[in-house]
């Protein structure tokens, strides 16, 4: 109302003051460029009168929300209701309570807690109007300003928070939204979604994706999972679009086997504890490439699903397609592939929840425009209705569609396929272009979620015991403001940071290590850069707190640290001055993959690839989302260890990680024969791991060294290039034929040599140089695992003929260069 009033009072002191408005320079209450206008005028009160009513919204969802509570009675059998007094009458029967959501004075079936849950189900299907029962298949975005009127406006029963907060605020605000939709004709409960998996102090920390793939440790991913699940039920989240990993090459590497035991455990640790794991995308998006377009011509399907088969068989209860991503029939989105649908719902027999990502009627980010392509059945997606392309993806096994915005009109719907429509399908089940069965198959699913969840009987969440689970029992008990990353530790429950810490160490990946430069004496002489200046402040009070001495000069440390987010001109010259200057370089690439340079030049090199970034949405302003400054002290000095290993291979140069095939592990830098021999092994059992070591990567998977345990490398079986000639012999009365082999080559044309490259030692890296007449020509960084083995191949040319030495490591051979 406030909008409202201002606005008359606003045009009348523009038509009183009409003079003094056309005088005013440009700054001084005129747009730029003119004087101001009336509409100026009223546009800027529009825009104060919004803030304002945003601001109070906001507010308003912040505060306590005062839910009244029946306590469950183990003697009687009465559960734990949970409602609003001034808006659920309760109802008491065979001496036992239950809430009148819909106000009607009876005991519905319902709202019969007693009822199996298919017959509460379809009792209430049978009571909603078709906007309240197409409601339910919709979840958008939570925005504080509009989040209610959403709630009322459409029958909205999901909503997607990607929104921060401590848990005052956002139990607070959940509670205050579930009010909302208790207030509605059937009071439906909601169903809060979250593109993160720990959001309990959002904004400040999330899960580390990556990291839980480079560490390596199932057991500690379920620990983690087991908090995230009881700290998002307690704030009153019941549902993570996670884990987003499945695809071979996305952040838990490339190794199906490892894949599928690290999603199982992280599903199985978030299930346990409350928290519905809605695994995405079906049927693959991101890692190394989307499924479509990661198939090679082996067309390789079941290695893809191992990881997927091990989400389900871990409790998953939901499914997040992937929007404008092919499926298996290679045509279109998988939302109208049967035979990729098909398979999720009949082959693998998932019967939970189907929800889209984000763009629901459109091809995504990259495709921002409507969905089209031609199904295996030839329809032209391109030529159909919003109401066929809802109804057909009803048909197909979605129940819910995902976006940003929410609209009552479609009629030019196409402009903005990113948005969804209810209308559409509201409409077309009154006209019979959209299937009733369809809409109630995807309600019946929904609902049993939100049934079985116990959302109908205690849908509000208890701020008081969420703030003594998540956070310290200091900050419980005095909470204040949180604005450094020490406050933010201090803030946090120590058992969630004991884990957290571990986990950035154990995903730390430790690369090179020459001479056991790490860790370092704690009395060193350290040079310390970062390319970000907050984490350089953070490290050099830690590092001081170490006992190490910081010095402004490279020229006066004994060795020099840098911490560099990318790898760039930055980075370059920071190498280039310390090798100039003649230190040795402790090098951290920090959530950027090493590349050759960094590793030839670095002394000592670590992969971080912990990031606790707040995943969609944005990260609080002021904090380290990386590896936290006291973890990376103890890193460099020794009082942790990097635990982690490469948790896919790395590629030699873009070449050839164009040729690698992405719906295959293990063979980056392989030759087409070795290629087809890793996909035969993988045809044999795609349930477990290709060979790491038969490509030629830069860095293979699994690799990672430890502290003060060094390689053994043993070279033998160098292969030189050949010739042979075959001359006639006599032999008494008989003629035979004799052949000569020696090894030759060409002059001026490049050969191939090949030696077996053995390590009997720890994981470890080495440079491979091959000699010709003692004289380096050609060299090539090898990583190998302890107890393993690779090929090393080098091409090399001599330009003039003659007899020549090769040497590569211990091996020695001899060769006849011909003209």
Not at 152 to 163: E, G
Not at 524 to 529: E, Q, R, T
């Amino acid at each position: 109302m406030k909008k409202f009033s201002l606005i008359p009072a606003l045009i009348m002191l523009v038509s009183c003051l009409g003079g003094a408005f056309a005088e005013a320079p440009a700054g001084e209450g005129a747009s730029e460029g003119g004087p101001a206008s009336a509409a100026d005028v009223i546009n800027a009160a529009n825009a104060t009168a919004n803030s304002e009513e945003a601001a109070a919204e906001e507010a308003f969802l912040k505060s306590d929300c005062a839910y009244s509570v029946i306590e469950a009675d183990e003697a009687t059998g009465q559960i734990r209701l949970t409602y609003m007094a001034d808006v659920t009458p309760i109802l008491e029967v065979d001496g036992l309570k239950f809430k009148d959501l819909n106000k009607n004075g009876t005991l519905d079936v319902y709202e019969d807690w007693r009822a199996e849950t298919d017959d509460r189900i379809a009792d209430l299907i049978a009571q909603m109007t078709p906007e309240e029962e197409v409601g339910l298949l919709f979840c958008v975005n939570t925005q504080l300003a509009d989040a209610r009127n959403k709630v009322k406006d459409f029958q909205l029963t999901c909503q997607l928070f990607n929104l921060n907060g401590t848990p005052i605020t956002i139990t607070n605000t959940l509670n205050n939204l579930q009010a909302c939709a208790e207030a509605e004709r059937l009071g439906v409960p909601m169903v809060f979604t979250s593109d993160r998996e720990y959001n309990a102090f959002g904004g400040y920390i999330d899960k580390a994706h990556e990291g839980f793939g480079t560490a390596n440790d199932p057991e500690l991913a379920y620990q983690l999972a087991c908090w995230y699940g009881k700290a998002m039920r307690a704030v009153g989240i019941h549902v993570t679009f996670e884990p987003y990993a499945n695809e071979i090459g996305a952040q838990y590497g490339e190794n199906p086997e490892y894949i599928a035991a690290i999603v199982h455990e992280e599903i199985r640790g978030l299930e346990e504890n409350g928290l519905a794991s809605c695994t995405k995308h079906w049927i693959g998006r991101g890692g190394d490439s989307a499924f479509g377009k990661a198939r090679s011509v082996a067309q390789n399907f079941e290695n893809w699903m191992v990881g997927w088969k091990a989400a389900l068989s871990g409790g998953s209860e939901w499914v997040m397609t992937n929007c404008g991503g092919t499926g298996i029939s290679n045509t279109v989105d998988v939302k109208w592939d049967k035979a990729t649908m098909s398979y999720l719902r009949d082959t693998i027999g998932f019967d939970g929840v189907v929800v889209t990502d984000w763009w629901a009627l459109g091809g995504g980010p990259s495709n921002p425009g409507r969905m089209t392509g031609i199904t295996s059945e030839g329809v032209d997606l391109g030529q159909q209705t919003i109401g066929w392309l809802y109804n057909e993806a009803l048909a197909n096994g979605t129940d819910m569609f995902g976006s940003g915005g929410i609209y009552h009109e479609y009629d030019n719907w196409e402009k903005s396929p990113s948005s969804n429509y209810p209308n559409a399908i509201i409409d077309g089940l009154a006209s019979g272009e959209v299937e009733k069965k369809n809409v109630d198959q995807a309600a019946t699913r929904i609902l049993r979620f939100k049934f079985n969840k116990g959302l109908f009987d205690n849908p509000y969440c208890d701020v008081k015991a969420a703030v003594e689970l998540c956070a310290s029992a200091e900050w419980a008990a005095n909470p204040t403001p949180i604005t450094s990353d020490e406050e933010l530790r201090a803030a946090r429950n120590p058992y969630e940071v004991e884990l957290t810490e571990k986990l950035q160490a154990k995903s730390a990946v430790l690369i090179k290590n020459d001479n056991n430069l790490l860790p370092l004496a704690k009395d060193a002489k350290v040079y310390l850069d970062a390319s970000s200046a907050a984490a350089k402040e953070a490290y050099a009070r830690y590092f001081t707190e170490k006992g190490a001495t910081l010095v402004e000069e490279m020229e006066d440390a004994d060795v020099v640290v840098g911490d560099f987010g990318s790898i760039n001109d930055a980075t370059e010259l920071f190498i280039e001055d310390a090798q100039d200057a003649g230190k040795p370089i402790v090098l951290s690439v920090n959530c950027t993959k090493p590349t050759q340079f960094v590793i030839e030049n670095a002394d000592a090199l670590l992969y971080l690839s912990y990031s606790q970034a707040a995943d969609h949405g944005s990260t609080e302003g002021g904090f380290l989302t990386g590896t936290s400054a006291w973890v990376y002290a103890d890193l460099i000095f020794g009082d942790r260890e990097p635990g982690g290993v490469m948790n896919k291979e790395l590629a030699r140069d873009t070449v050839a990680d164009n040729e690698q095939w992405k719906d295959l592990a293990g063979d980056q830098g392989a030759s087409p024969y070795v290629r087809l021999m890793v996909q035969a092994t993988m045809e044999d059992d795609p349930n477990h791991a290709s060979p790491n070591n038969w490509g030629d990567p830069l860095v293979t998977y699994q690799y990672g060294m430890s502290y003060g345990q060094n390689p053994e490398f043993k070279y033998s079986c160098l292969i030189l290039p050949v010739a042979q000639e075959t001359v006639e012999v006599e032999s008494g009365s008989s003629t035979q034929l004799q052949t000569t082999v020696w090894n030759q080559a060409k002059a001026g044309e490049p050969f191939t040599i090949y030696c077996l490259l053995r390590n009997n030692g720890a994981d470890g890296i080495t440079t491979a140089v091959a000699k010709v007449n003692g004289e380096p020509v050609a060299q090539k960084i090898m990583t190998v695992e302890g107890g393993s083995w690779r090929v090393v191949q080098l091409d090399i040319t001599v330009d003039a003929p003659g007899d020549y030495t090769i040497e590569l490591g211990d091996q020695v051979g001899q060769i006849k260069i011909a003209e």
